[in-house]
């Protein structure tokens, strides 16, 4: 009986995830699907460089048409909700920063620290944000599957026997933020670190140890592999 290439990932994912290799997706804080008020960019505690950087945010809660901004109280400022998203250039300065954000009786707060090394960087298209969400005003959620939206710019990367079980599920978002970062690839946290919010086996910890401090992706590749163990 011949299989198509979605179906046989299907079974590759199902069966590492049977044997203890890979756990499913991790589930992302913040879900923009989820109603009501958060800042989804920059992230928690991220490292910035002073000057202008660019507030993104959701807000599907009831009656939220506007979102006031500041930062540290200051610079306030109303920007329009657009289909859920609301997007708002500030200015940070040196030291503790504290973005927040208000509409409909919600608030929302997020801190970043400001210093001249900030690594912070948005992803390339962050400032159109109709490119994956659709058109303005029609709706915040994207709404084609989330891989078929990065496939539009990037490469595809499933293309070995084995393929990572958040890859062959489409969730890009599990492992990368879409709007930015300061982790290499755009990750959601270090490397070592989202690794082993799924890879929490016993054997884990040992395995890591034993690797002296070396990335978990210079022998493993986080989307497909034809090695056991997605090994390079």
Do not use: W
């Not at 289909?83 to 608030?107: Q, T």
């Not at 293309?159 to 599990?174: D, I, W, Y």
Request: aromatic share 4%; hydrophobic share 35%; net charge positive.
């Amino acid at each position: 009986m011949k299989m198509g290439k979605g179906a046989l990932q299907a079974l590759v994912i199902l069966a590492l995830m049977a044997g203890g290799g890979f756990l499913p997706a991790i589930s992302i804080s913040g879900d923009p699907g989820t109603p009501g008020l958060a800042i989804l960019a920059p992230s928690k505690g991220a490292p910035m460089s002073a000057g202008r950087a660019l507030v993104i945010g959701k807000a599907t809660g009831e009656g939220m048409r506007r979102v006031e901004i500041d930062v540290n109280g200051k610079g306030k400022q109303s920007v329009a909700v657009a289909g859920g998203g609301f997007s708002a250039p500030v200015h940070l300065s040196s030291g503790r920063n504290v973005i927040r954000a208000r509409a409909g009786g919600a608030s929302a707060a997020l801190e970043v620290a400001v210093s001249a090394k900030g690594g912070y960087a948005y992803h390339k298209p962050v400032e159109k944000c109709a490119e994956c969400h659709g058109s303005a005003g029609k709706g915040y959620s994207v709404k084609a599957p989330k891989d078929s939206v990065c496939y539009r710019c990037h490469g595809r990367m499933d293309g070995k026997k084995l393929v990572h079980g958040p890859m062959g599920s489409g969730e890009c978002t599990a492992c990368h933020d879409p709007h930015g970062s300061a982790n290499k690839a755009l990750a959601v946290s270090r490397h070592d670190l989202l690794c082993v919010s799924c890879h929490d086996q016993k054997s884990s910890a040992g395995h890591i140890a034993k690797s002296r401090g070396k990335a978990c992706t210079a022998c493993h590749d986080p989307h497909s592999s034809d090695k056991v163990y997605l090994q390079r």
